[in-house]
């Protein structure tokens, strides 16, 4: 058994100790020795906590990192670790960080996130949830988009439960985040240079081999970099229901970033032909947003439709709509049905459910 973020990082981080054992804190944020916030519901909060010094931060940073195989010094100034129990660390040290040691640590979840509990949360509606259990049970390409801390991993695992159990499911990610809960599920991650700069394996080399292993699905936990291009290649080339996420702040605006990264590949391919293949990989966006009073919901589920003139275009099925701020700051409104998506007849054909409009 895995151990805990507080029994495993107790030892170097003994002054935010309370914060480590709290289940309800999700992420712990430590600005130099004398400033440590916390997000907790959503909402980020400063916190009486303080190291004795920036040497005692900065050890306890570097021991951190040895502990699981990495170097944090001058030469390797910065820090992307994953922990034991599933928890990502983040560090910077100065001259890079102005203000003393920087460490950020997001807790791992021990509880899985299901449907039911994005329903109970308020997160969407049933008639959403339904909706999207049918685009992946007709395999669907997905991107799940969204800011920093919006739920996008959270909701990717909830859509991957949605996936028959006979099917092979290939996972590929930099750090592993992902719970799928099906039988055949093959997991991959990437791994770091060495301290001589050698032996890393990216996202673009696990898509290569992904592809050679006869995968029904790939569910790729984020796309940053080049590795969009190979992504796009494969769902355009018969990989259909796969899913993966990227950072954008609304459905369209994930299309141009899917571009931009694709581009980052190195591979010279003419804007309208990338956009082509954008728009047909690509079936729909599932918007996740962390809203001003701290909650997080799926705020749109979007369908790609063809080209037109060269420029995308999207068709909201579900959207969220705020109708007012209540007095203790809660955001009250409600998930509309908008349109049926372009595949609502085939999805009848298959027995499948697709929510009413209106």
């Keep these: 058994m895995s151990p805990a973020p507080a029994s495993f990082l107790v030892l170097f981080l ?53 502990s699981v195989g990495r170097q944090l010094d001058e030469a390797h100034p910065q820090l992307d670790a994953r922990l034991p129990d599933g928890s990502r660390v983040h560090a910077v040290i100065p001259p890079l960080s102005r203000c003393g040691t920087v460490v950020s640590i997001r807790k791992f979840k021990r509880e899985t996130l299901d449907a039911a509990k994005l329903l109970r949360y308020g997160s969407l509606s049933e008639e959403g949830m339904e909706l999207l259990r049918t685009i992946v049970a007709m395999h669907k390409n997905v991107m799940v988009s969204g800011g920093t801390s919006s739920g996008k991993t959270s909701v990717l695992n909830v859509l991957s439960s949605f996936i028959a159990p006979d099917e092979r499911v290939l996972v ?3 750090a592993s985040e992902l719970q799928l809960q099906q039988e055949h599920v093959v997991p991959f991650e990437t791994r770091k240079p060495d301290a001589h700069g050698k032996g890393e394996i990216t996202i673009r080399d696990l898509i290569f081999s992904a592809l050679r292993l006869r995968p ?24 259909a229901g796969s899913m993966s996420t990227i950072h954008a702040n609304a459905p369209l605006e994930c299309l141009f970033r899917l571009e931009t990264c694709a581009l980052l590949s190195g591979i010279e391919i003419p804007l309208s032909a990338l956009r082509a293949q954008v728009a047909s990989a690509v079936d729909v966006v599932v918007h996740t947003a962390r809203l001003s009073d701290g909650s997080r919901k799926i705020v749109a589920v979007s369908e790609v439709l063809p080209l037109d003139g060269g420029n995308y275009r999207l068709r909201d099925l579900v959207a969220w709509r705020t109708d007012r701020r209540l007095d203790d700051g809660r955001l009250e409104g409600a998930f509309e049905m908008k349109a049926e998506p372009t595949f609502a007849a085939q999805a009848r054909q298959l027995g499948l459910a697709v929510p009413a409009v209106g």
């Excluded at 003994?14 to 804190?25: A, C, K, N, Q, S």
């Design 14 to 66: 003994e002054p935010i100790r309370r914060y480590l054992e709290d289940d309800d804190v999700s992420e712990i944020m430590v600005n130099g020795p004398g400033k440590v916030y916390i997000e907790r519901g959503g909402k980020l909060q400063a916190t009486d906590a303080v190291f004795a010094s920036e040497p005692a931060l900065r050890a306890a940073a570097a021991n951190i990192a040895k």
């Design 172 to 174: 590929l990610e930099d």
């Design 216 to 239: 029904d699905r790939l569910v790729i936990g984020e796309i940053r970099g080049g590795e969009a291009l190979d992504l796009l290649q494969a769902l355009n080339t018969g990989h």
